[in-house]
């Protein structure tokens, strides 16, 4: 792999062991990868920010290393809300103690303590920007809604990518390794489907695997990418898809289809999931939500009062920006959450049925929080919160 | 006799060659504190890899296993230096966060490494040294 003369400098230790151990790390995957060089990237959002995840190895690691980042780089979420854990019922403060020790060891190599699923609300990135970001929706939306280049990272690797600020050319940074491999169509088209994207996802991963998938006949908005996006990457490995004419790729490239495999999502296996079972909680959120989304589920509480549990997840950054939205929510007995979400919170575990807007959350809730998972749309999540 | 393969993590390790025909999953699979393989059914259960040259074909499992190998280490269990027949990345980086020597692509099968044999790694040069080297 080539290096430039600066990048040999560091992999010989002259910035320091920790930078030379950052670079062993970028030279070994571009190794492993066949990558020709190294490439800059613009930002890098790392995975391993929960205690439970990475262990008291991982925070040891974290707490040896000396150096700070090169580029703006966010955290992935963690298991509680930073400051305010106290208040969701469930978190123990022995929890919370080595929670804040990761996140200290975080800081000190100066990555903000932003710990989302949604790092483009807070960082702003453009098309064709190469990145080293982790979460898996996150990594979806950079690549196929806003058309930037990035693999999905592991901890160490984002990690590493931040402190050196370059990251291996290979993967989704190559434009060939971006074409699509299989058409997905939705079989009524999206107009009785406009609430149901994350469902569709869900369906559509399932059968795209690893695939790149190209949509066509549907016109989805940002927010209903977003939900596609993420069920595609947690029902399947999707870290990239397109939509005909509506993604940023499919108007910059010419893509051949032709001779692609087919896949048809169809009316009623979407109609399928959206199965009624009672529930003791409700959670919006996964992905954390946007501003528009968050105005939605506000007007959608007005003048209700919760009967059951709402958590709606947010980014802390969206949620501060946003006081009259998240106060509008809060008054209806609903909870807004930074910093974490219903999937990796051991705050979720008490519950035995949960209900989501999110395709992605559908696919993880039973396993992660061992709950069941009832899929609705936003409208009906906040009906089932309020009824 | 010197097999040259790939640099994977630096530096030099020497020990017994423990050989694992199967992958390896260190989270889980091994244990932090002794160094033993405790992964039911797996050819090397109950072996242990501290200060083994170990030679397996990838790695497999959650990427937590790169805090594992560096955990190890950290516990004076970790191997002295790790063969693979390729490389990915949660072994790649737990070898390098530990500090332990490792090379991948040597031109020849796992097969034909003798369990117990004493070998050095030279993990700069990406060289596998059996026997004596003078």
């Given at each position: 792999m080539y290096l430039d003369a600066e990048d040999e400098n560091v992999l010989a230790g002259e910035f320091g062991e920790t930078r030379q151990k950052m670079m062993e790390i970028l030279v070994a995957l571009g190794r492993v990868y066949d990558a020709e060089k190294l490439v800059p990237i613009a930002s890098a959002q790392v995975s391993g920010a929960s205690y439970k995840t990475i262990g008291k190895w991982g925070l040891h690691w974290l707490s040896t290393m000396n150096a700070r980042v090169a580029v703006p780089a966010v955290l992935n979420p963690i298991g509680m809300p930073r400051d305010e854990w106290r208040e969701l019922d469930g978190i123990t403060p022995e929890f919370a103690h080595q929670q804040e020790e990761v996140l200290a060891a975080y800081r000190r190599l100066g990555i903000k303590l932003e710990c989302t699923c949604t790092p483009y609300y807070l960082q702003r990135t453009e098309y064709g920007e190469h990145l080293a970001w982790s979460e898996s929706s996150a990594v979806c939306y950079a690549n196929s809604v806003i058309g930037a280049r990035t693999n999905r990272e592991g901890g160490p690797s984002a990690l590493a990518a931040a402190i050196v600020g370059k990251t291996p050319f290979y993967g989704l940074h190559i434009v060939e390794n971006r074409r699509p491999g299989v058409v997905v169509e939705v079989e009524a088209g999206d107009a009785p489907h406009a609430d149901h994207y994350g469902a569709i996802g869900y369906l559509a991963g399932r059968e795209v695997g690893n695939r790149i998938p190209i949509f066509t006949g549907i016109r989805p908005g940002r927010d209903q990418l977003k939900a596609l996006g993420a069920a595609m990457a947690a029902s399947g490995a999707v870290a990239l898809f397109h939509v005909d004419k509506i993604t940023p790729e499919t108007r910059v490239f010419h893509f051949e289809t032709e001779s692609l495999e087919r896949i048809t999502v169809g009316q009623q296996d979407i109609e399928d999931l959206f199965a009624a079972l009672d529930v003791d909680a409700v959670a919006i959120g996964c992905p954390h939500c946007s501003p528009d989304e968050l105005r939605e589920v506000a007007n959608l509480l007005r003048d209700k009062q919760t009967t059951k549990p709402l958590l709606v997840f947010v980014a802390r950054a969206v949620a501060r920006e946003n006081p009259d939205l998240v106060g509008a929510i809060e008054r209806s007995g609903a909870k807004v959450v930074p910093d974490t979400c219903m999937v990796v919170s051991p705050a979720m575990d008490r519950y035995r049925a949960i209900m989501v807007d999110s395709g992605k959350a559908f696919a993880y809730v039973p396993g992660m929080c061992g709950a069941l998972a009832r899929i609705g749309t936003r409208k009906e999540c906040i009906d089932v919160a309020t009824s | 006799m010197i097999l040259k393969g790939r640099s994977i993590a630096k530096g030099s390790g020497r020990g017994e060659l423990l050989v694992s025909p199967a992958p390896i999953s260190f989270l889980s699979g091994v244990n932090p504190d002794t160094g033993i393989v405790v992964e039911?059914?797996?050819?090397?259960?109950?072996?242990?890899?501290?200060?083994r040259v170990l030679a397996f074909p990838y790695g497999k499992g959650s990427t937590v296993g790169s805090y594992i190998i560096y955990a190890l280490q950290q516990n004076g269990t970790a191997p002295a230096a790790i063969i693979n027949v390729e490389a990915e990345p949660i072994i790649a980086v737990g070898a390098i966060i530990a500090g332990i020597p490792m090379i991948d692509r040597l031109p020849l099968d796992l097969a034909d490494l003798q369990d117990g044999t004493e070998v050095t790694v030279e993990g700069d040069s990406g060289e596998l040294i059996c026997g004596d080297t003078e």
């Open positions: - | 039911k059914g797996h050819p090397l259960e109950g072996k242990t890899v501290a200060g």
